[in-house]
């Protein structure tokens, strides 16, 4: 079947760096997306990695690992805003996304 | 990035009517439409795909009688929530995705529906 892993909630102070990680099995792969969604909003797109390695924009950084069925999300220099549900999603081989349930991180001054 | 917009942002119906939620691609030919709900504290749920002219695909357990999907055009689908109740309550959102550029998809801002 397909899955896609990462932790329920998280919590981390201003200023700081945040890794939230990601497992996922999937029917064929197709890249791996991160996307951002504060509460009452729609997500909105952060990363897409397909290939292995460190992608870096801004302070958020995405890594994938494809042998091991891993990606995680790298925030840095936290602000409050970044105060939002982080969502993980997997591109199968139908170009469908496979959804994870979402990391609240919470940011604490 | 391309821009998907989802029409009303917010409406409140009475058991029984139906509401019509909008998702227009703005700038970019979209031959693929998703339509999901999201729960409080959920995750997405994809309710079902549709494509430019042929019938919607349904995921298992949706009701395609209930949840009326039309992708007329290349810019524009339509989710038709008939007979509403209660517990159709939720976050509606659309995405849509770029003919050109398969592996990118675009959110609209969500409905949300509360029905009483």
């Known amino acids: 079947g397909q899955n896609i892993d990462q932790p329920t909630e998280m919590t981390a102070t201003e200023g700081a760096i945040v890794q939230i990680n990601c497992t996922y099995q999937t029917s064929g792969f197709n890249g791996l997306f991160w996307y951002q969604q504060h509460a009452g909003e729609a997500p909105t797109f952060l990363s897409y990695?397909?290939l292995d390695g460190l992608e870096e924009k801004g302070r958020f950084s995405s890594f994938l690992s494809r042998s091991k069925g891993y990606s995680y999300l790298l925030l840095k220099e936290l602000q409050m805003k970044d105060s939002a549900s982080y969502l993980c999603a997997g591109m199968d081989s139908n170009y469908q996304l496979i959804w994870g349930a979402g990391t609240k991180l919470i940011i604490k001054p | 990035g391309a821009v998907v917009s989802q029409h009303p942002s917010w409406v409140i119906c009475k058991s029984g009517t139906s509401v019509k939620i909008e998702c227009r691609s703005l700038?970019?030919?979209?031959?693929?439409m998703f339509w999901y709900r999201q729960f409080p504290k959920q995750s997405l749920m994809l309710m079902a795909t549709?494509?430019?002219?042929?019938?919607?695909?349904?995921e298992q357990g949706v009701e395609k009688d209930k949840f009326l999907i039309n992708h007329a055009s290349l810019t524009l689908s339509t989710l038709t929530v008939t007979s509403a109740h209660p517990e159709d309550s939720s976050f509606y959102i659309c995405?849509?995705?770029?003919?050109?550029?398969?592996?990118?998809?675009?959110f609209g801002q969500g409905t949300r529906l509360t029905v009483v």
């Open positions: 549709s494509n430019e002219g042929s019938k919607a695909t349904y």
């Open positions: 995405s849509a995705r770029d003919s050109e550029f398969i592996t990118e998809a675009f």
């Open positions: 990695n397909v």
């Open positions: 700038d970019f030919q979209a031959t693929t």
